[in-house]
C-alpha cells in the first residue's frame, strides 16, 4: 500500500481550501461531504463552509473533482428530501422520516452514490479528512486520511474440530498485513465494503463488512458444530468463489471442471433469430457474459456438507467466442451473436442465413454443443450431393443423391423446391432441412430445363453444358476444336473465311443434332452458307429432302441462289395454286434434295406436310415464327424434321420471347416453357439483372452464329452488291398479266406500227405502266387493295436493318414509289428523311443532316433526279435500289453517295427485281451485255433502235 498525498490543484483565495470529508450524519450515517477550509498557519484547518451547490464553480477543479461534487449534491438534504418526501423544508423532513425509509430506500441510494465516487478519489485532486460530525469545525493534519489504491486481498482460515468451526480473516495490503484487532472502523458501504480503518480508506470487493467487525474486537469467530454445514453452503462457500482460503478439518477439493460450449438457436429479444452462447461447467451452464471466477459447488453428504471448486477458464471462452466474431458474426446482445443485418432481409432469411452459417463452419460444430429453442427444428449437419450423369443417344441421365445424415433423398424431389425459391425441405424424422442457398444458382437451370423420369433427371442433348457443369466427365462438343469438313467441291463458290466458319458451324450442329441460328448480319450470306450445308449433305448421300420455308417474296430468289451455287441439287419448288395437296407429296419430295415453300402454303397444307419426313428444316428470315401463338408458328411445330435451322438479321426483334419462340422450335424445351422464361430470363434481363443475362447467354451461346459487318470488315470489299429476285402477289401477278398481254396483242396489231411515232408512244406507255405495276400496282390504279411482292420485301429487309442500328439510302426512279414508303413509316411512327427533285434547298440541307445525325433516323428516301449531285451521305451503310433504270451510270452515282471517299465501312447495295415481269428481262439482256441491251441502256430514247421482235421479247 502506497499513501497518496491529495492536494488541492485549484487556485484559492489566500489560504482557502476545497477537501472532501468523511462525516458522521445523524440520520443518514457516515458520507462523504466537501467543505471549504481555511488553512492557518500550524496547519489547522477551519471549516468555513459545508456542501454548497456553488462549489461546482471553484476555480480549477478538473472534470473528476465536479463530477464526485455533482454525486455528493445528490444526498444533500434537500436533494433527498424533493425525493422521499413532501415536506417544505429539511428540518421538517428530518424530524419526520421514518428509519424504515432510511434502511430501505434512501442509506442504499447514498451508498450507490459513495460507490461511484471512491474510484475517483486519486484523481480528483480533494484532500479526504475524517471530521466526524457537522459541530467539528477543526480539523488537523492528524485527521488526514489515505486512499488505499491497489487493491487488498483478504485471506479466510477455516479449522473444523470437534468443538465447532473456527474461522478467523486477514487483510493483505501492499505493506503487508493490516492490523484489525483493536482498530476503529467508519464503514461507508455495507457491500462492497467501503470502510475507513486506521485513518486508511479501503474498498473490500464481494466482502460484506459484517464480516470485518467481529475481528476488530477478537481474533477468530467460533461456530458452533450444530451449525458448521449450514456455515459451510453459505459463507464459506461464498468465501471461495471470492477470495483465498484455507481450510482444515473440511471436505473442501480444488478439481478440474468438465467444461463445455453451447451453442442455442433462439428468438433474440427483438424477435429476430440470434446464436446465444453459454458455457457449462460440471453441468451446469453459465451466460458467456458471467464474471465469474472461482465456481464452487455444493455436495451434501451423509454427515458433512463437501465443497468442489474450480475456477473459470475465461481464455478458452474468449476463443470460443472468437471463432464466431472471427468468422463474421456480431454481437448484438449480452450473449447474443447473429449476422450482420441484410437490407429487406426477412426473419425467415435471417434463420436460414444461420442455419448455412453454421453448416458452413464445421469448425464451430466441433467447438459447441448445438440446441435448438425456435419453433421449428432444423437439420444442422452436412448436404452432401453425390451426382453422375450419364449420356445416351439424345439425352442425359442424371443420377444424384443428396444425404442429409442418415437419410439419402433424390435430387429431382428438390426440383420444385429450387425453382419456387423454397428452401425448407421436411426430412422424414421431421426436421427442416435448409437447402443450401448455392443450389438455387448452380442448379437452378438444370431444375428448368430438365424432365422428371422416375427418381432421375433427363437433360436433353443440347443441354451439354449443364450436363457438364454437373459432372466435368461429360464431354462438351465446341464447334471451334473440332475436326470439321471443308467446303464441298460442287459447291460454285469461294466462301470467304467468316462464311466457311458459318458452314463447319451449321456442320457441327448437324453432327451433333443441334439446331440452331445463324444470325449473321444482312449481306454477309447466309444463304451462300446454307447451301454449302445443303452441298454437303448432297455428298453424304441423305435420302430425305430439306425443307426450306421462306417468305413469298424470297421463292424465287433461292431458286435463284440455288441454282447458281450448288446446281447439282434438285430443288422442288412447292407453291402456287396448282401445287401437289396429297398424301403423297412426301414421296414427290423424296426425288429432291431440296424443297422450297412459304410460311403461307406451310400454315395453309400442315395437313399434308405433316406427313413428310424431312432431313433439315430451314426457316429462313425466321422472326416469321416468333409468335408461338400464330397459326404458322403450330404449323412449324408439327413438322417433322431430324435437324433444324433458323437464319435471321434480327433473332430478337422486340423482346427476348421472340429468342425463346425460335429456340423452342429449333430445340424443343431448350428454354423451358415460355411461362418459366419470362419469370426466370426476360423479366430480370428487362430490369438489368446481369447474372440471369450472362446465365441466358452461356446457354444459347453454342446455338446462336451472329457476326456483324464491323466483325468481319478485315474479310469484306469495300462494295457488296447483290440482286434480290421478289415473287409478286397473287394478286398483282393477275394486274400485271392483264397489263402484260394488252400491251402485247397491241404490238401485234399492224396498225400500231403504221406510224413510227405512235408506236414508240404506245410502247413507251406499256412499259412505264409494266414498271409501275412491278414494283406496285396501286401505283397504276389507287383502287388496289392487295400486296405487292418487292414492297413487302423491302420493308422486310429495312426494319431487320433499323433493328441492328444501320442506315439504309432507298433510291427509285418513282417519287411515288418512294410516297408508298413514306406513308407507311409515318403510320407506324417510324422517322425517315426524303428528298425529292421538289425539296428546297434549304430542306435538303436539313435532310442531310438529319439522316447524318439523328440515330432515330434509319432510312433515307431520295428520286433518282434529286440524288444525282451534291450529296455526301457517308453515313449509310446499305444502298437499296428499288428498280433497274435505263442508264447504269445513273445507278453507280447512287452508289457514290454512300461509297465515296472518307467512307470507313463497307457498302452494301441491294438491287430489288420484281422476277417473272420486264425488270427481269432488262437485267438479264445487260448481263448478257446484247446488243439490245447495249441499245436499251445507254440510248437518251430507248425505243429508237428496238424493232418489233425485239419489244415482243420483253412482253413474253
Known amino acids: 500500500m502506497r499513501e497518496i498525498a491529495y492536494f488541492c490543484a485549484a487556485i484559492w483565495t489566500m489560504t482557502e481550501q476545497l477537501i472532501l470529508t468523511v462525516y458522521h450524519h445523524p440520520k443518514w450515517g457516515p458520507l462523504l461531504k466537501p467543505a471549504r477550509v481555511e488553512v492557518l498557519a500550524n496547519g489547522e484547518l477551519v471549516v468555513l463552509e459545508t456542501g454548497q451547490a456553488s462549489f461546482v464553480e471553484w476555480p480549477g477543479l478538473n472534470q473528476t473533482a465536479l463530477d464526485i461534487l455533482r454525486l455528493a449534491a445528490g444526498y444533500d438534504d434537500k436533494a433527498l428530501m424533493r425525493s422521499y418526501s413532501r415536506e417544505k423544508t429539511t428540518t421538517a423532513f428530518l424530524a419526520s422520516v421514518q428509519p424504515s425509509v432510511v434502511e430501505t430506500y434512501i442509506r442504499p441510494f447514498i451508498e450507490r452514490c459513495l460507490l461511484k465516487m471512491v474510484p475517483l ?205 472471427t468468422q463474421g458474426l456480431k454481437q448484438v446482445g449480452a450473449n447474443h451473436y447473429a449476422l450482420p443485418p441484410v437490407q429487406d432481409e426477412v426473419m425467415m432469411d435471417n434463420t436460414h442465413n444461420l442455419v448455412d452459417w453454421l453448416r458452413a463452419h464445421p469448425e464451430v460444430l466441433e467447438t459447441y454443443t448445438i440446441e435448438q429453442h425456435l419453433d421449428k427444428q432444423y437439420y444442422l449437419g452436412e448436404v452432401a450431393v453425390t451426382m453422375t450423369v450419364d449420356a445416351r443417344l439424345d439425352w442425359f441421365d442424371v443420377q444424384a443423391l443428396v444425404r442429409f445424415g442418415a437419410f439419402e433423398i433424390p435430387f429431382g424431389r428438390f426440383r420444385h423446391h429450387i425453382l419456387e425459391n423454397r428452401r425448407e425441405y421436411v426430412l422424414p424424422d421431421g426436421t427442416l432441412a435448409i437447402l443450401p442457398e448455392a443450389w438455387f444458382v448452380h442448379y437452378r437451370e438444370v431444375c428448368l430445363f430438365a424432365k422428371t423420369k422416375g427418381d432421375s433427371l433427363v437433360l436433353g442433348k443440347h443441354q451439354f453444358r449443364l450436363a457438364h457443369a454437373l459432372d466435368p466427365r461429360v464431354v462438351m462438343p465446341e464447334p471451334m476444336t473440332e475436326a470439321l469438313p471443308e467446303a464441298p467441291t460442287t459447291l460454285q463458290a469461294l466462301l470467304r473465311p467468316y462464311q466457311k466458319l458459318g458452314f463447319q458451324w451449321l456442320v457441327w450442329l448437324y453432327q451433333h443434332g443441334f439446331g440452331g441460328i445463324l444470325a449473321d448480319d444482312m449481306g454477309l450470306g447466309k444463304t451462300v452458307q446454307v447451301i454449302a450445308l445443303l452441298a454437303y449433305l448432297e455428298q453424304q448421300a441423305t435420302t430425305q429432302p430439306s425443307l426450306i420455308v421462306v417468305p413469298t417474296s424470297l421463292v424465287y430468289n433461292w431458286e435463284q441462289e440455288l441454282k447458281r451455287f450448288a446446281p447439282q441439287l434438285k430443288v422442288y419448288t412447292y407453291t402456287g395454286i ?242 408508298l414508303f413514306a406513308a407507311r413509316f409515318e403510320a407506324e411512327g417510324q422517322a425517315y428523311a426524303w428528298l425529292s427533285g421538289s425539296t428546297t434547298p434549304a430542306d435538303r440541307e436539313k435532310a442531310i443532316c438529319r439522316f447524318a445525325e439523328d440515330p432515330d433516323v434509319a432510312c433515307f428516301l431520295i428520286s433518282l433526279k434529286a440524288g444525282g449531285v451534291g450529296l455526301n451521305l457517308t453515313a449509310a451503310d446499305y444502298v437499296f435500289i428499288l428498280d433497274p433504270w435505263w442508264n447504269p451510270a445513273s445507278e453507280m452515282q447512287a452508289l457514290s453517295r454512300a461509297h465515296r471517299i472518307g467512307q470507313d465501312k463497307q457498302v452494301f447495295v441491294y438491287r430489288f427485281l420484281t422476277s417473272q415481269t420486264i425488270e427481269e428481262k432488262i437485267r438479264r439482256l445487260q448481263e448478257n451485255k446484247s446488243k439490245l441491251a447495249e441499245t436499251f441502256v445507254q440510248s437518251g430514247n430507248p425505243l429508237l433502235h428496238l424493232d418489233k421482235e425485239a419489244l415482243l421479247r420483253l412482253v413474253e
Open 578 to 819: 396448282k401445287r401437289l395437296r396429297s398424301k403423297d407429296s412426301g414421296r414427290v419430295f423424296s426425288h429432291s434434295h431440296v424443297v422450297l415453300t412459304t410460311y403461307g402454303i406451310l400454315r395453309n397444307d400442315i395437313d399434308w406436310l405433316e406427313t413428310c419426313a424431312f432431313h433439315h428444316l430451314i426457316l429462313d428470315e425466321s422472326q416469321y415464327v416468333k409468335n408461338p401463338d400464330a397459326l404458322t408458328y403450330k404449323a412449324v411445330e408439327r413438322l417433322r424434321a431430324a435437324f433444324r435451322l433458323a437464319l435471321t438479321g434480327t433473332p430478337v426483334e422486340n423482346s427476348l420471347m421472340d429468342l425463346w419462340a425460335q429456340f423452342n422450335l429449333l430445340n424443343e424445351h431448350m428454354l423451358g416453357p415460355r411461362a418459366v422464361f419470362k419469370k426466370v430470363y426476360m423479366n430480370p434481363i428487362a430490369k438489368e439483372d446481369k447474372d440471369r443475362e450472362a446465365a441466358l447467354l452461356a446457354l444459347i451461346t453454342p446455338f446462336l452464329l451472329r457476326r456483324t459487318k464491323q466483325e468481319v470488315t478485315p474479310e469484306l470489299p469495300l462494295l457488296l452488291e447483290e440482286t434480290v429476285y421478289c415473287d409478286m402477289s397473287q394478286e398483282q401477278e393477275a394486274v400485271y398479266s392483264k397489263e402484260k398481254n394488252l400491251l402485247r396483242n397491241s404490238l401485234l396489231d399492224e396498225k400500231t406500227w403504221e406510224q413510227a411515232g405512235q408506236a414508240s408512244f404506245l410502247t413507251l406507255q406499256g412499259l412505264m405502266r409494266l414498271r409501275l405495276l412491278a414494283n406496285h400496282p396501286v401505283m397504276v390504279d389507287s383502287t388496289f387493295r392487295g400486296e405487292a411482292g418487292k414492297f413487302e420485301q423491302v420493308l422486310m429487309r429495312l426494319e431487320t436493318l433499323r433493328a441492328a442500328g444501320h442506315k439504309v439510302l432507298v433510291f427509285s426512279a418513282f417519287v411515288r414509289h418512294l410516297k
Open 121 to 325: 478519489l486519486p484523481a480528483a485532486g480533494l484532500a479526504l479528512y475524517a471530521r466526524g460530525d457537522l459541530k467539528n469545525r477543526t480539523l488537523w493534519p492528524d485527521d488526514r486520511l489515505k486512499v488505499q489504491e491497489e487493491k487488498v486481498s483478504v485471506v479466510f482460515s477455516f479449522v473444523n474440530g470437534p468443538t465447532g468451526l473456527r474461522y478467523t480473516l486477514k487483510v493483505l495490503g501492499e505493506q503487508g498485513k493490516v492490523d484489525l484487532l483493536g482498530a476503529t472502523m467508519t464503514v461507508l458501504c455495507q457491500e462492497p465494503a467501503v470502510v475507513v480503518l486506521n485513518k486508511v480508506l479501503y474498498v473490500f470487493e464481494h466482502l460484506d463488512a459484517k464480516k470485518i467487525r467481529p475481528f476488530l474486537t477478537k481474533e477468530h469467530v467460533e461456530v458452533p458444530p450444530a451449525s458448521v454445514n449450514t456455515y459451510v453452503k453459505t459463507f464459506v462457500r461464498t468465501c471461495l468463489q471470492h477470495h483465498t482460503v484455507h481450510t482444515e478439518g473440511l471436505d473442501v477439493l480444488s478439481i478440474v471442471p468438465k467444461r463445455q460450449a453451447f451453442l442455442s438457436l433462439e428468438s433474440g429479444l427483438d424477435g429476430c433469430p440470434a446464436l446465444v452462447v453459454s458455457f457449462g461447467y460440471e453441468g451446469k451452464k453459465y451466460p458467456s457474459d458471467h464474471t465469474r471466477q472461482t465456481i464452487v459447488m455444493v455436495e451434501e453428504q451423509a454427515e458433512r456438507t463437501a465443497l468442489r471448486w474450480f475456477t473459470t477458464d475465461k481464455v478458452w471462452e474468449q476463443e470460443c467466442i472468437g471463432l464466431l466474431t
